[in-house]
Structures are given as structure tokens and as C-alpha cells.
């Protein structure tokens, strides 16, 4: 079982997922926002259930990618409904660790993307943050 708790409210006509995450409500945000066939899934840097970071790129990457997936289905979407993911790096160099686990969660899906360098995250600890966009046929 998941340690991964996503809720769902009506907000403004729109279904709003929480991830229960400490900014959430500091900086007025949703994990993710559907509204009609369209999923925006904000940034989420990989953070464990309980606050603290792997402390590898790599492992980060994949609780990000399962806190998406989480926050994409319960708004009703799947992974292959992923069109986008933009992935924000505080090291370049370790793209290749990056790519090997986006590209174990999309290889058949092949959504377009993107990978930038940035100075710092939300998190000192956080060494990625990655956003989605989905469309439901």
C-alpha cells in the first residue's frame, strides 16, 4: 500500500487534488487541477511521506513520478494521459540518472519534455522537481 494520500475537493468548478503537502496552503496551490479533460499536475519535488529526501537524484525522481501518477489518478487520469513533464534539476549532470527513471515510467507513453538546470529548489534537500500535463481522451 501506498504511503501516498491525495484528497480531492470541488474548488471554482474544478476538480483540486491535495497531497498534503506543507506549502500547499501557504502559497495557495493544488497538487493537481482538473478541469474538463485537461490534468495540470504542479511541480513536485520527491519527497517521503515522512519530510525527508533520498539522496539520490534518481530516488527522488521516482517519488516524484509516484506522487504524479498518485495525483493523476484520483482526478481520474492514467500516466498515458501524461502529454508534458518539464523536470527541474539542481544538477545537469546527473541527467542520465534523471532520464533512466522518467524513461522507465514513460517509454512506450513518450510524452515531450523537458530537463533545466536550476539553482535551488523549494526544499534544500530536494535535488529535482517535475510537473505534468495530461489530456483524457
Given amino acids: 500500500m501506498s504511503d501516498i494520500k491525495i484528497t480531492v475537493e470541488e474548488r471554482a468548478g474544478r476538480k483540486c487534488a491535495s497531497s498534503g503537502s506543507k506549502w500547499e496552503p501557504i502559497m495557495g496551490y493544488s497538487r493537481a487541477v482538473r478541469s474538463g479533460n485537461l490534468i495540470a499536475v504542479t511541480g513536485c519535488v520527491g519527497v517521503n511521506a515522512d519530510g525527508t529526501y533520498a539522496k539520490s537524484v534518481g530516488e527522488q525522481a521516482a517519488r516524484s513520478l509516484a506522487i504524479i501518477q498518485a495525483a ?6 492514467k500516466l498515458e494521459h501524461v502529454i508534458r513533464t518539464r523536470m527541474y534539476v539542481v544538477d545537469v549532470s546527473k541527467w542520465e540518472e534523471v532520464a533512466r527513471v522518467h524513461g522507465s515510467v514513460f517509454a512506450d507513453i513518450r510524452p515531450a519534455t523537458t530537463i533545466v538546470e ?10 529535482i522537481e517535475i510537473e505534468a500535463d495530461c489530456v483524457i481522451a
Fill in 72 to 77: 493523476i489518478e484520483a482526478l481520474g487520469g
Fill in 118 to 127: 536550476v539553482p535551488r529548489l523549494i526544499d534544500g534537500d530536494a535535488l
